[in-house]
Each structure stands twice: as C-alpha cells, then as structure tokens.
C-alpha cells in the first residue's frame, strides 16, 4: 500500500503541474538567480493552432517561366524549398502543395505580416561570390546595382530563352563578371549583430571548400562581389584565405539580415515564382469548428464517464478519474512541445481518449472474471492488471507504429494535416499507456482499501 500511496503523491503533483501548464495564462517559467539577463532557466508554454483554427495567409505562386521550360520535378523541388521557408519563419504545420502543373498553394497558420512572408517565399535568392578582381577602384559605384554574372547567364541560356536576362542593365565593365561560386555550397548561414550593425555569417559546404579556399588564397588585396539575385551587396577585399566561411556585409536591417538567412539556408528557388493571389484567412470558420469540436468532445467525455461510473461503479469511478488525468496530462504536453492543433489533430486526440477507455474495459473485464472464479479481492485486481497489460501494449505499441508511418507520410508538400493527426494519436497512446496501467491503478487500490468492507458485503459496487 505505500507504493501505491507514493504513487498517489506524484500522480496529485504531476496532475497540478498539468492544470498549471493548461491554464490560459500561463507563459512559461523564466529564472534569472544573477540578474545579468542571462536565463538560467526557460520553460515555455505556448498554445498553436492551425490555419483551420486561427486563420493565416493564402499564397497561390505562378511559375515565371513559360510552360515546358521546366519541369514536374523542377516544380517539385521549387515547393520543397518554398517548404524550407516556411520552417524556418516559424510557422508549424504549414501547407504546401502543387497545383495544376505550374502553380503552388502555400498556407501559413498564424502569420501577420504579409509583406515579409510572400517576400521570402517568392525571392529566388540566388547568392553567387564573383570574382571581381581589378575593379577596386569601381566596386563602390556598382553596390546595390544590378550586374550580370556568368552564372546568370548559364540559368538563363538552360530555360532555351532567347535574349538577356530580364532586369539586367546594359553591360559595365568586366560584365558578365566570373561567378566562383553559389549559395548552393553553403552549409548554414545565420543572422548575427554587433554594436548594432546587423550581418550574415556564413559557413562552406566540405565539398565547396577547397575551391573557396584557392581562390580567396589567390585573391588576397582583390574584391570579392556577393551578389543576390543579380543585385551586388557588396565587395569587400580579401584581406586572408577563408578556408570555411565568412561574414556577407550590406548595411542590413535585422528584418532583412533574418529573411536573408532563411532564404540561404533553404536554397535558391529552381524556377522564379509571381504571386498570383494571397488572401487572408478569418478565423470566423475557425472559431466555429472550435466550437463544435470543445462541444462534441465535452459531451462524448461525459458519457464516457457516465458509462464507466454506472456498469462498473467503483472502478468505474477510478477509471473516470484517471481518464480526466490522462486529458490534462494530453493537453499539458500539446503546450510544452508544443503540438500545432488543427481539426485533424483534435480528432486524433479524441481517438485517443477512447484507446483509453478501451484499456480501462479490458482491466476491469478481467478483474470481473476473477472475482466470479472465486479469487479474492486483491488478487483479483492485481491478476486483472497483469493479465490486460499484454493486450493493452500490443494494441497501442500496432497503432503508434501506424502513427509513425502517417507522419512521415505527412512529411510529403501537402500533407501536414496527416502529420498532425498521428502526432496527437500517438501522444494520447504513449500517454494512455502511464493512464491506464499506473494511475488507474493507483486510483482502484485507494479506493478499495477505503471502502473494503462494503465492497467485500456487495459484489454489485465492483460490476459483477
């Protein structure tokens, strides 16, 4: 009994941390013990909801180029990069799907700010390090201007389009200008500052290397161009060999120093993309099926409870109790992950909480047997427990791998909502598997130690 009554104590104290996490307004825990503003500590808690929730951004993307200059796999890729972009603003869940056979749906779940999001989505961001060597007297009078690069040129000449570049301006000196390498051997790239200037700093790509490394080694005292999407951010000369990375400077605020990283680091778009439409989606329609969903899953909650409380009365009641655990505890983990819900994911969490029921039936079922073969109390409930855990495992652990399958399924542009789906399913029956055999458990043995004697005088409080 004291194990139990051990148990008892962390189930109340985990079960308070849940009710505290679930609160709306609660935050997070932020511990700072020597006031330099440096966290030493850092909880957060954060709610996140999906387009079908809280509404976003639509974005409809038309290929630039004209049909049959591109491909389906050069479509494919162009919104799998777009896929990138999206990651990295921080949106979860996104939707990014092709339509048709030159078009690409982008949905973004909470994002305000419509400028920068179809900005960065849009951008092809194509960072090209040119060599630029006897022009140090004229690298200034060309910064922020467009140039023409051989790398250009050979983007251009591949897409069987006759003429020029589009956008370029008549030919400068030493135009097209060698291209020594692109964003493609970069490894990562990340958005720093220092007293207040913002910049890029940037790492090379192993196999990208050796070829960076030789020709700043052999430029040393020459400007090296960076360009992006054809317009020179800036030259600056080569004071040393870089051998792994360096830093892209261009006066950047931090919004375009941020946006900058994204886009290098999620590569340059194969095919060059217009915004056909972006609208923004009310959460009207959200709230609605909000509404609908707290509404269905209340109801179908309470007649669960009702259920098990009334043709398994006692255990029933232990049952019912663990069952409100096991929703706290979901809902805890939804905020601490956090976990994206949308309609999906809200009906694999209500799946879940009839796995839950399920295991409960299947424990009790089992205690009900061996009481009507003559076994004592206590051995009834510890035979019971024992002998449904097997089952109550293999029909969690069969549908959890099911839930890993869907959710790299739903890894695929277009899928998200699959991913959500499993992702919660899988939660509720990790969670389920603590629920039904610990703290039902605990909740049962409790109870029958207080009521022993009226259980052991009226077989009917336990179901049989």
Not at 98 to 117: M, N
Not at 200 to 208: K, L, V, Y
Not at 231 to 250: H, K
Not at 377 to 401: M, P
Request: contains cysteine; glycine residues 10%.
């Amino acid at each position: 009994m004291q194990r139990y009554m051990t148990w008892l104590i962390l189930i109340v104290v985990l079960t308070a941390f849940a009710v505290w996490v679930c609160l709306p307004s609660t935050t997070g825990i932020h511990i700072d013990n020597d006031n330099d503003g440096t966290e030493e500590f850092s909880l957060n808690v954060t709610q996140s909801l999906g387009l079908d929730l809280v509404g976003g951004l639509r974005v409809l993307l038309q290929a630039e180029l004209p049909p049959g200059s591109f491909t389906l796999e050069d479509l494919q890729q162009t919104a799998n990069n777009v896929a990138r972009r999206v990651n990295a603003l921080g949106v979860t869940e996104p939707t990014v799907q092709i339509q048709g056979s030159d078009r690409i749906l982008v949905e973004l779940p909470g994002i305000k700010d419509r400028a920068v999001a179809v900005s960065t989505i849009q951008q092809t961001a194509l960072l090209e390090f040119v060599n630029m060597g006897g022009l140090r007297s004229q690298v200034q009078q060309l910064e922020g201007q467009q140039i023409l690069t051989t790398e250009q040129l050979r983007i251009f000449s591949s897409r069987d389009i006759a003429g020029t570049p589009p956008g370029q301006v008549s030919p400068l000196t030493g135009q097209p200008f060698e291209t020594v390498m692109t964003g493609a051997g970069l490894q990562s790239a990340a958005a720093l500052t220092q007293v207040g200037d913002w910049f890029i700093q940037f790492e090379i790509a192993q196999d990208s290397q050796e070829l960076f490394s030789a020709f700043t080694g052999a430029s040393i005292g020459e400007p090296m161009g960076i360009v992006l999407d054809g317009v020179l951010l800036s030259a600056p000369t080569i004071q040393a060999r870089l051998d792994t990375g360096g830093v892209i400077e261009g006066q950047f605020s931090e919004q375009e120093a941020k946006q900058l990283a994204v886009q290098l680091r999620s590569g340059a778009l194969p095919i060059p993309l217009r915004v056909e439409s972006a609208e923004s989606v009310g959460a009207t329609l959200g709230q609605e099926s909000v509404n609908l969903s707290i509404r269905a899953g209340v109801i179908g909650v309470i007649v669960v409870l009702m259920f098990m409380a009334i043709y398994y009365r006692v255990p029933g009641i232990a049952a019912a109790l663990a069952l409100l655990v096991f929703i706290v505890l979901n809902f805890a983990v939804f905020k601490l992950v956090p976990i994206t819900l949308t309609l999906p994911g809200i009906t694999g969490f209500l799946i879940s909480i009839g796995t839950a029921v399920d295991g409960n039936i299947l424990i009790f079922e089992r205690i009900k047997e061996e009481l009507r073969s003559g076994s004592g109390l206590d051995d009834a409930l510890e035979a019971g427990f024992e002998r449904a855990w097997q089952s109550i495992r293999d029909s969690n652990l069969s549908t959890i791998i099911l839930c890993v399958i869907l959710f790299f399924f739903g890894l695929t542009p277009g899928a998200g909502i699959v991913s959500g789906f499993a992702v919660t399913l899988a939660l509720g029956l990790v969670i389920n598997l603590f629920t039904a055999l610990i703290v039902t458990r605990t909740f049962l043995v409790v109870l029958v130690a207080l009521l022993r004697r009226p259980l052991s005088q009226r077989a009917w409080l336990l179901g049989v």
